[in-house]
């Protein structure tokens, strides 16, 4: 091994192999911390492990006693007061913290309390998006006009005098073509499964009259359950 260019008191150190492995393996030094005690630069000290021979360590292993702070609780950097609760049943949950005058809720108590007129997406019934037939036939005013037929007709088939359900309350001019008779009571008649699905098989849907079920009165024959 040529002689070290090293202008340092300590220069002879580089080339003793039972020192530098001392140092190294015994204290657990780092590379760069033997440089630092000579003095010499890191690269020096690579060659001189180089031309000794001396094995380098797998860059996972640590050097010195490395203390990590603990992460858990408050003793973490990022602690801001524990887990949020539910503000109805007092539920830790598991997400973010409230932000000013927020109220977090779990999930059971979020879908009960946004019911109705508290959920952020409800609206008036007139103002609800969808066909303007669906949102009739899911009005207050059309469940009472059913209700009205079939307690008028003690809620049994005008035409079999059956009581057994489905019963329907049957429009005699259709819903869709004589808007103006959708809630009249004397355009409804009640009438059980067989024979309102039987009609409209016979005459279709949509454009149904009164002529037509006075028509299929004369046609059909009662059905015995």
Not at 114 to 135: D, I, L, M, T
Request: glycine fraction near 6%.
């Amino acid at each position: 091994m040529r002689k070290s260019r090293l202008i340092s008191p300590n220069a002879h150190l580089t080339r003793d192999k039972k020192w530098l492995e001392a140092r190294y393996f015994g204290d657990n030094l780092s590379q760069s911390k033997i440089a630092e005690l000579i003095p010499c630069s890191l690269r020096g000290i690579q060659r001189c492990f180089k031309a000794l021979g001396i094995p380098s360590k797998p860059k996972h292993i640590t050097y010195g006693d490395i203390k990590f702070n603990p992460m858990k609780g408050n003793k973490n950097g990022n602690w801001k007061g524990g887990k949020s609760k539910c503000f109805d049943c007092e539920k830790e949950l598991d997400y973010k913290k409230p932000k000013e005058d927020e109220k977090l809720r779990c999930w059971n108590c979020f879908h009960i309390y946004n019911r109705g007129e508290k959920h952020q997406s409800w609206k008036p019934f007139e103002q609800r998006k969808g066909p303007v037939n669906v949102k009739i036939r899911n009005s207050q005013e059309y469940a009472e006009w059913r209700k009205s037929v079939l307690k008028r007709d003690k809620y049994s088939c005008q035409i079999c005098h059956t009581k057994q359900k489905p019963i329907f309350a049957h429009h005699l001019d259709g819903f869709h073509a004589f808007p103006e008779k959708r809630l009249d009571l004397n355009n409804g008649i009640t009438l059980c499964g067989y024979h309102h699905i039987d009609f409209h098989i016979v005459y279709g849907r949509g454009n149904n009259t009164k002529s037509q079920f006075e028509e299929y009165l004369e046609t059909t024959t009662e059905m015995t359950y």
